[in-house]
């Protein structure tokens, strides 16, 4: 198993840059394929971006990519998303989340997740 604690959440100004870090509990870290989703109020959770376990690959939202980078630290434990260029439909909880197999889209076949990180973007 894994535990996962998001951090870094908050209030931004559109345009500006958050980072966010998630630290895993547990010596297999590097075994699990790492994600964020993010689940604004009355939508769906959906996809942010993911990174595959020696981090060689990823994986982006359409909406995201080339303003989000997500990045692991197989060493300390830790994915981040550094974002930049928020916009406001940024705004949302974003969650950390783990899978042994599964490198995709789909929060369905993450296995673990975090409790989750209020990002707001506002005008």
């Known amino acids: 198993q894994v535990q996962l604690v998001e951090s870094g959440g908050g209030l931004v100004q559109a345009g500006g840059s958050l980072r966010l870090s998630c630290a895993a509990s547990?010596?297999?870290?590097?075994?699990?394929?790492m994600g964020w989703f993010r689940q604004a109020p009355g939508k769906e959770r959906e996809f942010v971006a993911a990174?595959?376990?020696?981090?060689?690959?990823?994986y982006y939202a359409d909406s995201v990519k080339g303003r989000f980078t997500i990045s692991r630290d197989n060493a300390k434990n830790t994915v981040r998303l550094q974002m930049n260029s928020l916009k406001l439909e940024d705004t949302a909880v974003y969650y950390c989340?783990?899978?042994?197999?599964?490198?995709?889209?789909?929060?369905?076949?993450?296995?673990?997740w975090g409790q989750g990180t209020q990002v707001t973007v506002s005008s």
């Open positions: 989340a783990a899978s042994r197999t599964y490198y995709g889209d789909s929060y369905l076949k993450y296995d673990y």
């Open positions: 547990g010596r297999s870290f590097s075994e699990y394929v």
């Open positions: 990174v595959s376990r020696s981090a060689r690959s990823t």
